[in-house]
């Protein structure tokens, strides 16, 4: 076969085999995220599982991760009113459902939650009184219904709710007589206070009919001391939350507030119509805009940071703040590995495979990266940041920062190749720089940051957490490098690490909080700093003499096995806040603490009280999947 025949068949099996990986890829990654309310539950492969997940939450919806398109809800449509008061237990998805419940109930309203004002109402237009008195159930949509009720009673007479007018009465002619005769008792008041030119009467219709002049009076039984008829107009019309207008009857405030933009009507602090829209667009406190429907709302709040959808009661449907970056490094440049990383997270924001490696002091590069794996994260709306590093070779890098040439050399192959990928940015990772070189590894970042930024990149930096005590001393100056990169992730992980003389925890949360806090103090913004936290643990092996003989790393997946096959026994280490388990073998001792479900949020609940960008895993596939659904609650 020739040259270029084995050069076609090598990259057609190349091509065959990166397809295979994104067909991979597009069965395991999460596409659609669950949501109650406002907040994110669980993600999902396909639409049906997420959406039979969700069905078991109300007020929950499913979005694809990618666009955050939404692509089903449970949210009621219509919800039924009694006495401008409603229920959960009255909220529905068709006008049908809800008409069924407010067919039995009396003064109720139907709201169309895309519509304002009512789609269905039954409200009373009569009351039915005996005397002073009324019953809850003498209310009536009809004088004829109020009528055949008071045929079951004396001395009674209907009150006309839209008039506010006695409009019938059965009393008998000898009845009214001796009423009139009776003492007077009722008194005409304005705001509590006796009308002086008028008496008091001693028959109800006639105080009623001498009240109806006086405009928001109300009449008294001063021997009880009751309020029995008012002309008080109590229906208010509200215009972003100011009394514009009143009513004695609820259809005339309705009335007076449908040719009101924005106003409501309320009764006794409860609203009984509304003609402003159900949902509002929120940018903190301040409210944007309203809307009748979840589309629109939601389209327009995706314009703004920090902003909410919330419905006319106050609950949070759809969240647009600002939520936690989650990062995670691959540690590895196989395709395959780094997409059954992915595909086991929840929530992740940024991956950052190990594809690129200074090779040499004359600035040439090892490039392992795949375009079919940053095409198929961009299409989960997953970030790719690459990372770059040096081999940890000490004397290499030295030489390399001596050349200017070599720099010059390497800044421009890697931005060619990021360029070519269109990926978001490049996550730089050279350690072990000698301290000596402090000044020279500044004017690298430097330079390489500035061809980063000139292509519309961004570019995040891995720093030790160190000390305070020390860290001038080191080749990261902090406050500098931070002027120029655009994230610096502390690794905060190595507290005790391989060639630690004793034992100890990988990240005690403790230690970890004093390094965040000493970053800050180099003046790093803490939008620019995240917080680099371990998937993994360290096992010490001690002889009978308590020295320390060995240690070894531990995946954090593999840690409830270990407990469990060990027996090892577990105490609270309030040093670490971490949980130290001990177990023996064959005359050793072994110590490890323990990386948890409830440590990662610790450290999560960290990076949160300090108002970080966001966290950043070292590294993905060490974990259980179970643990990001945890992460993606808490993100």
């Not at 529905?92 to 519509?115: C, G, M, P, W």
């Not at 301040?286 to 106050?314: C, D, H, P, W």
């Not at 800044?411 to 060619?416: G, N, P, Q, S």
Request: charged fraction near 20%; hydrophobic fraction near 40%; glycine fraction near 6%.
């Amino acid at each position: 076969m020739s040259t270029a025949l084995l050069l076609l068949f090598f990259c057609q099996t190349i091509m065959t085999a990166t397809a295979g990986i994104a067909d991979a890829a597009a069965n395991q990654m999460t596409k659609f995220r669950v949501y109650q309310n406002d907040q994110v539950l669980r993600e999902f492969t396909t639409e049906a599982q997420a959406i039979s997940y969700a069905g078991k939450f109300g007020y929950s919806h499913v979005e694809k991760i990618a666009d955050r398109a939404w692509v089903w809800d449970n949210f009621p449509r219509y919800k039924v009113y009694q006495n401008g008061q409603t229920l959960p237990k009255w909220e529905f998805s068709t006008y049908n459902q809800a008409l069924s419940v407010a067919k039995n109930l009396t003064n109720v309203h139907i709201r169309d939650l895309e519509n304002i004002g009512w789609s269905y109402q039954s409200y009373s237009k009569f009351k039915l009184y005996q005397g002073d008195n009324t019953r809850d159930n003498w209310s009536f949509l009809t004088l004829a219904a109020a009528k055949q009720e008071a045929k079951k009673w004396g001395n009674a007479h209907v009150i006309d709710l839209t008039t506010n007018k006695w409009v019938w009465g059965n009393q008998t002619a000898a009845q009214t007589k001796a009423q009139r005769a009776a003492a007077p008792v009722y008194q005409i008041t304005v705001d509590g206070a006796p009308v002086e030119e008028l008496p008091l009467y001693s028959y109800l219709l006639d105080a009623m009919n001498a009240s109806y002049s006086i405009s928001g009076s109300q009449v008294l039984n001063t021997a009880t001391s009751k309020i029995v008829h008012s002309n008080v107009p109590a229906y208010l019309v509200k215009q972003n939350g100011a009394v514009v207008g009143s009513s004695i009857s609820l259809d005339g405030a309705v009335q007076l507030a449908k040719k009101t933009p924005n106003a409501e009507v309320t009764f006794n602090e409860k609203v009984y119509w509304s003609g402003i829209p159900y949902l509002a667009v929120y940018q903190g406190d301040k409210k944007l805009r309203a809307f009748n429907t979840k589309t629109g709302a939601i389209a327009y709040a995706k314009g703004f940071a920090n902003s909410t959808v919330q419905t006319s009661e106050g609950r949070k449907i759809f969240s647009n703040t600002k939520s936690l970056v989650y990062m995670g490094w691959n540690g590895s440049a196989t395709s395959a590995t780094i997409i059954s990383h992915v595909a086991n997270t929840q929530g992740l924001s940024i991956d950052s495979p190990t594809w690129f490696e200074l090779s040499a002091a004359d600035g040439s590069m090892i490039d392992t990266s795949d375009q079919v794996v940053v095409d198929t994260f961009k299409e989960q709306g997953i970030k790719v940041m690459p990372l770059v590093h040096n081999q940890f070779n000490k004397k290499m890098t030295t030489e390399f920062l001596k050349n200017n040439t070599a720099q010059q050399a390497f800044i421009k192959t890697l931005i060619a190749k990021l360029t070519q990928l269109g990926v978001a940015g490049i996550n730089l990772d050279f350690e072990e720089v000698a301290g000596t070189d402090r000044a020279a590894y500044t004017a690298f970042v430097t330079a390489l940051a500035k061809a980063v930024h000139d292509k519309g990149m961004q570019i995040s930096i891995d720093l030790p957490r160190g000390s305070l005590s020390w860290n001038d001393r080191t080749a990261y100056d902090h406050t500098a490098l931070s002027a120029v990169v655009d994230t610096i992730i502390i690794m905060a992980y190595d507290e005790h690490w391989k060639g630690s003389e004793v034992p100890g925890s990988v990240a005690g949360l403790n230690w970890v909080e004093e390094g965040v806090k000493q970053f800050l103090s180099y003046g790093i913004p803490r939008n620019k700093l995240m917080l680099g936290i371990p998937f993994y643990v360290r096992e010490w092996k001690l002889d009978s003499t308590n020295k320390l003989v060995s240690n070894r790393a531990i995946f954090m997946k593999e840690i409830p096995k270990l407990i469990a096959d060990t027996n090892a026994q577990g105490e609270m280490d309030p040093e670490s806040g971490q949980m130290k388990y001990k177990y023996t073998k064959d005359g050793f001792t072994y110590l490890f603490w323990a990386e948890t479900e409830n440590t990662v949020k610790a450290r999560i609940d960290i990076a949160k009280t300090y108002d970080l960008a966001g966290v950043a895993a070292w590294r993905l596939g060490y974990e259980s999947s179970d643990l990001w659904t945890m992460m993606l609650r808490n993100k």
